[in-house]
Nanobody, 115 residues
Framework: QLRESGGGLVQTGGSLQLSCAASGGTFSHYTLGWFRQAPGKEREFVAVIKWRGLGTDYAESVKGRFTISRDNRENMVYLQMNNLKPEDTAIYLC??????????WGQGTQVTVSS
């Protein structure tokens, strides 16, 4: 199970840190990511961090502003979001993929950036 937290309302240029708590499974073996879905739009990739923390990748739209990290001891994955823009407004969902390729999703947390 995945549970996100940390969303909220922030002004343009502000920051938020999203957290995702995982339970069950061997967390350190999972590839973890964040996706987002804005109203009327398809779900899109935001960031990913590979198991053992070996490598990260980001959508072009968030590079230099967002940072993904993980704490395998606490079974947590984080998304630090800086210099937020109105176009970052979306529901942010935590994603985990185990070594067999099974995909898990959280329920999402709303991020709203006011202009």
């Amino acid at each position: 199970q995945l549970r996100e937290s940390g969303g909220g309302l922030v002004q343009t240029g502000g920051s938020l840190q999203l957290s995702c708590a995982a339970s069950g499974g061997t967390f350190s073996h999972y590839t973890l990511g964040w996706f987002r879905q804005a109203p009327g739009k398809e779900r899109e990739f935001v960031a990913v961090i590979k198991w053992r923390g070996l490598g990260t990748d980001y959508a072009e739209s968030v590079k230099g502003r967002f940072t993904i990290s993980r704490d395998n001891r606490e079974n947590m994955v984080y998304l630090q979001m800086n210099n937020l823009k109105p176009e970052d407004t979306a529901i942010y969902l935590c994603n985990a993929v185990d070594r067999a390729g099974k995909v898990y999703w959280g329920q999402g947390t709303q991020v709203t950036v006011s202009s």
